[in-house]
């Protein structure tokens, strides 16, 4: 809830600080119409309404980032952090002036909003111009920051990033721009000392005015400075607290072990000891970056998961031993602790299925090969031979997708898919074989589109087999993936081998076909002996895959409910 305060608040206030830059570009133009806009935009956040919505977010956002400050349990931050960490403490001593100006003003002397009194202090001094100007970037970079932090971890986020970065750059360029165009506007109605006099008073604005409204920015900047300080001051005081009630043990290794007061999350535990932690959100429990498996003997004193933790965690199917790190605060006791995601993780890992554990999964395997690839390589330059097999990875990889499969890896010239990791066992054997059709047609386009360019056409071997198998992410680093292994991946690879010993396009195993309800009749059926397999197994040689697609009919076998296709001649 806290979090989600913040977020919301923080977002409030962008919405206003986006439309205070976008007032200013008017400036470019007539100071006249720049002060209509703003007369009009305050009359809004100037009602009741506005006024709380608007002071309860800056409130709301400023105690729970100095609540989130005094939590902290250390300052590793990465730079975008400590960017946003100064800034944020900079907003106030830079902007209680701004604030006081304008909206004391209004509040104690119906000054009423207007660019003439705001920009006089422009050009007036150089610190006036710095802190006017300084404040409007402090905050929007500072709100930039925080957005993009939210932001990339939707997948959309990416296809926007350019539009949003390029208007995130022009608005307070031209606010900038706008700012200075209004001063001088302004210093040219100051070469009339007499005459801006009376529009200053016009407006309620006089020396006694000003001066009582400077007393004030020096009392509100001072309380602003005793309340940065008492939140320095409270970290040590809560670190004393805190040992008080106990210490907790983690262990990461067998010689990584770290004990510190119990209160802090496991993140922040890590972190604070120099163990490398991913946590692409920031600890806001937005991500599953931050996982981890936890053991040891105090395990079942951890508190159940939140709301939040626990949604994050139903979404990424993570087993009742990994938690959200950033969420988890252990007490006082001993656990062993496993990060399940590298360091090096990025946004687009946020959503990662939970790595480090596998499940047992009816699943269709497809393995297919180039043919001869030795032959067609000889005599060709890198980059002819490179360009060649991308565009016949291209033709593949969509082949496959397209039969709603999943592109496993690329193994030199090879490819691996799998079928049915979230469906159902008679879906995934239909969709590997709608697969292996889609596959041997889209290699006919590819040797049609390359037929000036090869003097061999491209041949392939499909092997495709179905079965229990383990699934899950295995690898390391950015070499982290979705695969499966098991006996059936390995025979899956054996049938791809085997079309070059029975001349054809596509070995088929007869399990597959009997899960898909397929029945191939005049096909040739082959019983081949499988490395560690027991007994014989069943499988159809296809000349051309791509006949599969050409049957002329689909009837349904009185006998076995089966679906007869029958393959047009090549």
């Keep these: 809830m806290i979090g989600q305060i913040r977020l919301y608040s923080g977002l409030v206030l962008f ?16 100071l006249r119409l720049a002060n209509d806009v703003l007369a009009a935009v305050a009359a809004f956040w100037h009602s009741p309404p506005g006024t709380v919505v608007l002071y309860g977010a800056l409130l709301a956002h400023v105690a729970l980032a100095l609540w989130s400050f005094v939590r902290r349990r250390h300052l590793r931050l990465v730079r975008s952090e400590w960017l946003q960490l100064v800034l944020g403490l900079a907003i106030l001593p830079v902007g ?17 909003p207007n660019y003439l009194w705001v920009l006089l202090s422009v050009g007036d001094s150089w610190l006036g111009a710095l802190q006017q100007m300084g404040l409007a970037l402090i905050v929007w970079i500072h709100g930039c920051i925080g957005i993009h932090a939210w932001l990339r971890l939707k997948p959309s986020y990416r ?20 700012t200075l165009a209004g001063a001088r506007q302004v210093s040219e109605l100051a070469a009339d000392p007499e005459r801006l006099r009376e529009m200053l008073q016009a407006l309620g604005i006089t020396a006694e005015v000003s001066q009582e409204l400077y007393r004030l920015s020096n009392l509100l900047k001072m309380i602003a400075g005793a309340i940065l300080v008492a939140a320095l001051a409270a970290r040590p005081l809560r670190d004393l607290w805190e040992r008080r009630h106990g210490v907790v043990r ?57 709301t939040v933790e626990a949604k994050v965690l139903a979404r990424i199917g993570a087993p009742p031993n990994v938690r959200l790190a950033c969420q988890i605060h252990p007490p006082a006791g001993d656990y062993h602790v496993t990060p399940l995601m590298s360091p090096s993780v990025g946004p687009s890992d946020a959503w990662r299925r939970s790595s480090g554990h596998g499940s047992e999964r009816f699943i269709a395997v497809l393995f297919a090969d180039i043919r001869g690839f030795t032959a067609l390589s000889e005599g060709r330059l890198p980059f002819d031979v490179v360009f060649v097999v991308n565009r016949y990875f291209r033709a593949m990889g969509g082949a496959i997708e397209s039969a709603g499969g999943h592109v496993d890896k690329f193994i030199g010239d090879g490819v691996m898919a799998l079928f049915g990791i979230d469906g159902d066992p008679q879906r995934a054997a239909q969709q590997a074989l709608d697969a292996a059709r889609r596959m041997s047609l889209a290699l006919k386009d590819l040797n049609d589109t390359l037929s000036a360019d090869l003097d061999l056409r491209l041949r392939i071997g499909i092997g495709v087999h179905a079965g229990p198998a383990i699934v899950g992410e295995m690898g390391y680093g950015q070499a982290l993936s979705l695969t499966a292994i098991g006996d059936m991946v390995n025979t899956a690879s054996r049938l791809e081998s085997m079309t070059k010993e029975l001349a054809c396009e596509l070995v088929v195993s007869h399990d597959l076909l009997e899960r898909a309800g397929v ?52």
């Design 15 to 30: 919405g206003y600080a986006a439309l205070h830059l976008s007032n200013h570009v008017l400036l470019l133009g007539p």
């Design 96 to 112: 209680i002036t701004h604030f006081v100006a304008n909206r004391g003003s209004a509040e104690l002397h119906d000054v009423p």
């Design 159 to 178: 296809r926007w990033l350019p539009s949003l970065f390029g208007f995130a750059v022009a608005l307070p360029v031209l606010a900038l721009a706008g």
């Design 250 to 306: 983690i262990r990461y290794s067998a010689d990584r072990v770290v004990v510190v007061p119990a209160g802090p999350s496991l993140l922040e535990i890590s972190r604070g000891a120099g163990v490398p932690h991913p946590g692409v959100c920031g600890g806001r429990g937005r991500c599953s970056t931050c996982r981890v498996r936890i053991g040891g003997p105090d395990r079942a004193r951890l508190p159940e998961p939140t």
């Design 519 to 570: 029945m191939l009749d005049d096909v040739p059926r082959h019983e081949i002996d499988v490395r560690g397999r027991r007994g014989k197994l069943v499988v159809y040689a296809i000349a051309d895959a791509a006949t599969l697609a050409a049957a002329p009919s689909r009837a349904a076998d009185p006998a076995g409910g089966k679906t007869v296709v029958t393959p047009a001649p090549a």
